[in-house]
């Protein structure tokens, strides 16, 4: 098995380390447990689910389809774009009924508009919108989104956040070189009809799909360091801190920046009809085995079929990558594994040596058909 070499697990959980040219500002890692301790009374059962990869980092226009058991994986041959950033688009069915959701938007409205149109997306319909987490690689295009598609969406429509987490602003590097990280647009949408929708507990989405609520933290995982955030209105926009006051310290929060702990990061996750769940972590930041641990608690279903999305495990040292991994299969036991965005190339070489038939490559324009 070949490794990339990776930051060492002692310099990974320390504090105040560097990768990738971002300083990485260690703080205490407070546990936390999530509100949503009783599963959701009502998340449905979909007869299908069709999961576009609209906007990710890696394109391999050769790779070969391939259906594994009843899940069907389509590849796009297009002139794609690919970016570090995510946007899925989920479309589901349950009877005659088909609803439509966008999961993320993308870094920049220019990737995301283009595969949109070059994918062919269907987008008769969008019924409601899912923001993972407040970083801006996951809502950079979605003014423009929301712009190009607001007539095929109902009155209010609903965007779907973790808390009132996602709204702050975040920052990116070291004090000395702090770069905004974006700020969601709240008032834009706000004046485009869109309703933002803080889901701390989890909520149905769509009557098909659901959010996972805000996430527990109970496994060995770790948020590994990556922005600061800054509580506080500004023009509009912003935070003010409601979540953050449950769960950071007073001493945390007499700084301006503080570790970003991502309390308002939530996963997405629908019922396949006779396979189980198929979760979507989206940045992962919160914990690739915490987050599907908690799509199981707010739904009350155990069966994992597939686990999909970023899992924010590139600067990670492999040996952590690898307890992640094994975590992941004893604990869910997922039929399997597709790995995106904020990733990293190792975890895929490990899953590939220890649990190659789990593993399903996913590029821009791959379209999961579940449950067909
Ligand atoms: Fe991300
Ligand atoms: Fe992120």
Known sequence: MSHRKGLSRRDFLRAGVVAGGVVMLGAPFARFISPVQARLSDVPVVDRLVVTTVVDAYYDML???????????????????????????????????????????????????HNMNVLDVDTNSIDAMVLSHGHSDHFGGLMEFVDAYREFMPAEVPLYVGGDDALCKRWIGPPENRRSF????????????????????????????FTSGVIERDTMEKVIPNTTVEIGEMDGNGCTGAQHEAHFSGEELEGNFLFDHHWGEHATAYHV????????????HAGLVNSVKQARRASGVDKVHAVMGGFHLSPADPGYVEDVIDLLVQETDPDYVMPMHCTGANFSYIMAAKYPDRLVDSYVGTRFVFGA
């Open 63 to 113: 790779a070969p389809a391939e259906t594994r058991g009843s899940l069907a994986v389509e590849r796009a041959h297009a002139q794609i774009h690919a970016q570090h950033g995510l946007a899925l688009f989920l479309e589901s069915e349950r009877g005659n009924e088909t609803k439509r959701v966008m999961l993320d938007f993308a870094w920049t409205p220019e990737s995301l508009m």
């Open 182 to 209: 974006g700020v969601l647009d709240r008032t834009g949408l706000e004046e485009a009809g869109v309703k933002v929708v803080k889901s701390e507990s989890g909520a149905v989405v769509a009557g098909h799909g």
């Open 273 to 284: 009809k006779d396979r189980g769940l198929v979760v979507i972590s989206s940045c992962g």
